[in-house]
Structures are given as C-alpha cells and as structure tokens.
C-alpha cells in the first residue's frame, strides 16, 4: 500500500512541475502576447512584463551584473510607461496599474539604497519615472 502512495505522489509532483515549467514564459513570449493583445488586456500584460524585469534587475544587480540590470531596470520603465498607454487609452485596469507602478518605484529605490553611489542615478531616475506614472493614472482617474 505504501508503494502506491509513493507512486502517486512522484507522479502529482512531477504533473507539478510540469505545470509550472508550462506556465514560465519567457520574455520575448511575454512581449509577443502583451503586444497582441486586445488594448484592455495589455496593461496587465505590460505590468507582467514590468515586474519581471525588476526581479531580473535586482538579481543582476545582486550578483554584480550592473550594465544588464541597468538595461533590465530601462525594460521596467518603458513596459510600465506602455501600461500606462494601455491603461489611460482603454480605460480600464487604472487602479492596479497605478498601484503596481508605485510598488515597482518603492522596490526600485530599496534596491538603489544597496548599490554603489555611481550606479544609484538611473536607478533613482527610474524609480521616480514610475512614481510619476503612477501619480499620473490616479490624477487621471479623479479628473473631472
């Protein structure tokens, strides 16, 4: 009996992995599907896209790679910059957007805190872009 048992967790544990191996997409994938997508559904997308790259950002940056963070933290602001395109043009999904936006600006500057002087300015100038981004779709949203 406890044969079958092992025997059916390794296959429930191997359908896991499975899965999530399925659902990792890489980035060129996530660009492709975020640009084709319908205009409503792209703000989320470019979201996606936006804290992917900041968790590459910071891993790069935790590993010494400073040139492809600094590339990885300008791929957060343009997909961000093209969330808040999406979100102000289709009018919808402005709340989560904005929020997200601010979260990343917030992340960015815990991240700049722990780098070299030299390599704290585009990181600072990148965590401000996004706080404007994000103060920009909550003036939007409250216009009269």
Do not use: W
């Not at 992995?17 to 980035?27: D, Y």
């Not at 997508?37 to 992917?52: R, T």
């Not at 400073?66 to 969330?83: F, L, M, P």
């Not at 960015?108 to 779709?137: G, H, M, W, Y």
């Amino acid at each position: 009996m406890s044969m079958r048992r092992c025997g059916l967790v390794l296959i429930i544990l191997f359908a896991a992995i499975a899965c999530l191996a399925a659902k990792q997409e890489s980035l060129q994938e996530m660009i492709a599907r975020a640009n084709a997508a319908p205009m409503k559904d792209q703000p989320s997308l470019y979201i996606n896209i936006a804290e992917h790259q900041l968790r590459s950002a910071d891993q790069l940056y935790s590993a010494g790679k400073v040139d492809e963070a600094r590339s990885a933290v300008g791929d957060v602001v343009t997909y961000s910059e093209k969330a808040h395109d999406a979100a102000i043009q289709s009018g919808k999904k402005l709340k989560p957007t904005e929020m997200a936006a601010r979260k990343m600006g917030h992340r960015l500057q815990d991240i700049k805190r722990t780098l070299n002087f030299e390599d704290q300015a585009p990181v600072q100038a990148a965590a401000e872009r996004l706080v404007s981004l994000a103060q920009d779709l909550l003036n939007h949203m409250f216009e009269k």
